[in-house]
């Protein structure tokens, strides 16, 4: 079955970096898009980033665009999301998500907290 993993949140300081990593497996990773999505308390989840299959096309939201990168190794089966100049705004659950044949797959979520 579809099994999407999220590691490397954690608490950083404002203007710091963090590196997510989602491991997937239970599908043919390498020909589908996969997103992240993060969610805020008290807020809806919204779209941070998503990567096309071949990692040849990349969609940002506003909010993040020059600070995050979204990238992926289909030899390892993961997509990662390298934040940079962390703002407390960040601070939410971060997902990773595949929609695939029309049904959506969510990981668990990994907390990143951005706190002096």
């Known amino acids: 079955q579809v099994q999407l993993v999220e590691s490397g949140g954690g608490l950083v300081q404002p203007g710091g970096s963090l590196r997510l990593s989602c491991a997937a497996s239970?599908?043919?990773?390498?020909?589908?898009?996969m997103s992240w999505y993060r969610q805020a308390p008290g807020k809806e989840r919204e779209l941070v980033a998503d990567?096309?299959?071949?990692?040849?096309?990349?969609n940002y939201a506003d909010s993040v665009k020059g600070r995050f990168a979204i990238s992926r190794d289909n030899a390892k089966n993961t997509v990662y999301l390298q934040m940079n100049s962390l703002k407390p705004e960040d601070t939410a659950v971060y997902y990773c998500?595949?929609?695939?044949?029309?049904?959506?797959?969510w990981g668990q979520g990994t907390q990143v907290t951005v706190s002096s």
């Open positions: 239970g599908f043919s990773f390498s020909i589908y898009s």
């Open positions: 990567i096309s299959s071949g990692a040849g096309m990349t």
């Open positions: 998500h595949l929609n695939r044949i029309k049904i959506d797959y």
